[in-house]
């Protein structure tokens, strides 16, 4: 039995405990570029899933029981606050909320992003699994998880020791040898879940791994699907962003004539829920387990996935219809306009790299016409290398915010320059005055063109990364049973912020608990995934010799 902790030190937790990431922090920023750029151009060289290809892998069951709890969970190691909270959640035995009593899921789905800001064994200690494992020190539940985009920062090495190896920590066991699984539910019902490693491809082994397994498949089973990104929100932008999972669908599951009702994913902190329209699928986007919130206002009221394009002419179409969000659309731009306060005040690095940018720009200015002429084009320039496009942002917009944004920056360096302008070097007092003050006004005008920017589709994720809003976390709890499968959206608006310790708590109590009651509640009531079609009674599985003679036995009752 593990000795319970009696504080809150990391000695006795036996983690540390972290605070949110801060996005805007230059360190921050160099790192995740410079990790995400080599991913990026040697994912291709380093793609470890075809070491994982040579473990075998079969199709794990959680099928004996009539009735079977699973959670969904993504985007998940952040802070400890916003982390623990939804961990905390997820471990109780039972949560009541909006007149549902849901219990615990005995399977627990990882959807992606298991760790910030990049993966590697420290993060992955003290920002999730110390977290999860301090939450549900000892009831059995079993763990799944595919990587995100963090987690292919080091070619999923941390993922592979974290997830693949048969570790297990605290009440939670893994048990899958491959980055990504296939699951058989009650009721002919299927959860597979994949790796697409940057969204780029999914290899041959791990396609294989899902043929396979689908050949199992039945006609009019149901299978979840498990996707590490919501690229159907692209598709007006890039019509071939849908193109994978399309074909994963017709490909591997549609071929043996079974369904896909639903499709989860996370990659975007909040909830967001389309249900085609004329149709039974339903689109879930649910990464709200502790990373800072991303924006909803923005998203497509409507969407067509998969879209005709020139490599898909006979595209299957399906038009869906956005239900629900989670924060809803209004709250979701009224936090947008917190960026003038949060911006300097939780990224303070980020002041101070703009005041320096700002000092130098002013002194270059200060030299003449020909240092002020390199100064402005290098501050534009800048300003259209910051400025990043989202989905259906015409290149026109992109550029022209961008050059605005840069000759904001230049005319804010060109006024510091007429007010020093008679000032000599030996004062040095003003140069000092004039540093955080710059720098100060330079953030405001990045903050001023991130909500700007944010109404034509530029920047979003930016803004929301500078607003670092641990609160409005969720996650989704869902029940299988002969009805079909019921999805409920849970939410929690305030995140834990005090904690105390249980040191005399039974040895399947969470460690730490909530100095005052979390308050979860349901986003939407639970609705059914369940497809159109008849209701399929379970069939008892059969060898390939027990299919024969069956269909031997029928074959001669027809002749008789």
Same mark, same amino acid.
């Given at each position: ?262 499709? !989860? =994913? &996370?990659?975007?902190?909040?909830? @967001?829920?389309?249900?085609?329209? $004329? *149709? #039974?699928?339903?689109? /879930?986007? +649910? ?65 101070? !790299? =703009? &005041?320096?940018?700002?000092?130098? @720009?002013?002194?270059?200015?200060? $030299? *003449? #016409?020909?240092?002020? /002429?390199? +100064? ?66 330079? =953030? ?12 034509? *589709? ?103």
């Amino acid at each position: 039995m593990t000795r319970r902790p009696r504080n809150l030190s990391p000695e006795e937790l036996r983690f540390i405990p972290q605070r949110p990431v801060r996005w805007m922090s230059p360190k921050t920023l160099a790192e995740t570029a410079a990790r995400f750029g080599l991913a990026r151009l040697l994912g291709g060289y380093l793609d470890k899933r075809e070491i994982f290809a040579s473990r075998k892998q079969g199709v794990f069951e959680h099928d004996r029981d009539e009735e079977l709890w699973l959670d969904y969970v993504a985007d998940i190691g952040d802070g400890f606050n916003a982390t623990y909270s939804i961990a905390y959640l997820l471990a109780q035995n039972r949560l009541k909320v909006g007149g549902e009593d849901l219990p615990r899921g005995s399977v627990l789905i990882m959807g992606g992003d298991e760790v910030y800001p990049a993966a590697n064994w420290r993060e992955y200690e003290h920002r999730m699994k110390g977290p999860y494992e301090a939450a549900n020190p000892a009831s059995a539940v079993s763990l799944y998880a595919i990587p995100g985009n963090h987690d292919w920062f080091d070619g999923l090495t941390a993922f592979g020791r974290q997830f693949i190896e048969g570790r297990s920590w605290g009440g939670y066991n893994t048990a899958q040898t491959r980055s990504y699984f296939a699951l058989r539910l009650p009721h002919r019902w299927w959860l597979f879940a994949v790796d697409a490693q940057f969204d780029a491809h999914l290899d041959r082994p791990q396609l294989d791994y899902f043929r396979e397994v689908a050949e199992q498949l039945e006609p009019g089973d149901q299978v979840i699907l498990c996707v590490p990104q919501p690229s159907w929100v692209w598709t007006a932008d890039d019509p071939s962003s849908y193109d994978r999972i399309d074909h994963f669908i017709r490909d591997v599951v549609a071929g043996r004539e079974a369904e896909v009702p639903l499709i !989860l =994913t &996370g990659d975007r902190h909040h909830y @967001a829920h389309y249900e085609e329209i $004329e *149709g #039974t699928r339903h689109l /879930v986007t +649910a990464g709200g387990g502790g990373a800072y919130l991303s924006p909803t206002h923005n998203l497509p009221q409507e969407l067509t996935a998969p879209r005709k394009s020139v490599s898909e002419p006979d595209a299957n179409q399906r038009h869906y219809s956005l239900t629900e969000t989670y924060p809803s659309r209004p709250r979701s731009l009224r936090h947008a306009f917190g960026i003038f306060g949060r911006l300097p005040w939780l990224n303070k690095g980020f002041t101070l !790299l =703009t &005041g320096v940018i700002m000092l130098v @720009a002013t002194v270059s200015i200060m $030299e *003449g #016409t020909g240092t002020f /002429v390199a +100064a402005a084009a290098v501050l534009m320039a800048a300003g259209v290398g910051f400025a990043h496009p989202g989905p259906g942002t015409r290149r026109f917009t992109h550029y022209t915010l961008g050059l605005c944004h840069g000759a904001c920056q230049a005319a804010l360096a060109w006024a510091g320059a007429q007010a020093l302008r008679d000032t000599p070097w030996s004062e040095v007092w003003p140069y000092l005055v004039y540093f955080p003050v710059a720098g100060l006004v330079s =953030t405001w005008l990045v903050g001023l063109y991130l909500v700007v920017a944010n109404r034509f *589709g530029v920047n979003a994720n930016e803004l929301f990364a500078g607003l670092s809003i641990v609160d409005q976390k969720c996650f989704l709890r869902i029940r299988i049973n002969r009805d079909g499968a019921t999805v409920f959206p849970v939410a929690l608006d305030r995140v834990g912020r005090e904690w105390v310790c249980d040191p005399d708590g039974a040895e399947t109590d969470s460690w730490v608990k909530p100095a005052e009651p979390l308050e979860p509640h349901l986003i939407e009531p639970g609705y059914s995934v369940s497809s159109s079609g008849p209701s399929y009674e379970p069939t008892p599985r059969q060898s390939p010799m027990q299919r024969l003679v069956a269909q031997a036995g029928e074959w001669f009752n027809l002749r008789g």
